[in-house]
């Protein structure tokens, strides 16, 4: 069993609705959660990050961590034709170094 | 400003041979991780530097080795090439040390190189 859980999709929503994107993991040490966002042919960029447990909002992205449960998330609201691309989640139990464990990454489509 | 630039972009090697990377950080940013992405196992930590030490290795085989120079820049060398190390190979720079994203030390990423192993 992987350390973090995400499903690869393909995810396909039309412009305007909600999307919603999650990750599982087994390890109860993380703590930092992060959510990046990868385009086609380029590299990843931070889109989100949160600290333990809680909820943290940056214009239409939400991120949901949920330790109890060992579950995150990811809400886009009023997607866009833009917000096509692969979505990862990761998390580290450190602060201290980049060693952290990635999800799979979902694929999301926003049809206009 | 430039990005993190990465050469070469695309590579073929074929089994056996050995590989070298190459990564420049954004102009002031000290610290640069090397990641390798592949569609089986993701994208999965290799290394970190900061100010030409390594800080961390990942759970990959000596065979994967790297350093970086006085000026950030990073290389990354890959001996004895398998099948199995065919993947996009990604540079990150942060002007700091430690995890991207904490207290403002934001990490970019290069474009990557695509490595194919024959």
């Known amino acids: 069993q992987k350390e973090v859980e995400q499903d690869p999709g393909p995810l396909s929503v039309p412009e305007g609705a909600i999307v919603s994107l999650n990750c599982t993991y087994s390890?109860?040490?993380?703590?930092?959660f992060m959510w990046y966002r990868q385009y086609s042919r380029k590299g990843p960029e931070l889109l989100m990050y949160t600290y333990s447990s809680g909820n943290k909002e940056d214009g239409r992205f939400t991120a949901q961590v949920d330790k109890s449960s060992k579950y995150i998330s990811l809400f886009i609201r009023d997607s866009q034709p833009s917000d096509s691309a692969t979505y990862l989640c990761?998390?580290?139990?450190?602060?201290?170094?980049?060693?952290?464990?990635f999800g799979a990454g979902t694929r999301l489509t926003v049809k206009p | 400003k430039a990005g993190v630039t990465q050469t070469p972009r695309y590579l073929i090697k074929t089994r056996g041979q050995q590989v070298t990377l190459s990564c420049s950080p954004i102009s002031g940013h000290r610290s640069v991780s090397w990641y390798q992405q592949t569609p089986g196992q993701g994208l999965q930590f290799l290394f970190e530097y900061f100010s030409e030490t390594q800080r961390n290795k990942g759970n990959f085989p000596g065979r994967f080795s790297g350093r970086q120079f006085s000026n950030s820049r990073s290389e990354m060398n890959v001996s004895t090439l398998e099948l199995g190390d065919s993947a996009l190979y990604l540079c990150a720079s942060s002007l700091a040390e430690g995890l991207a994203g904490v207290k403002g030390n934001e990490q970019f990423f290069g474009p990557g190189t695509r490595l194919t192993v024959l």
């Open positions: 990761a998390m580290s139990w450190t602060y201290n170094n980049n060693d952290m464990r």
């Open positions: 390890n109860s040490a993380f703590q930092y």
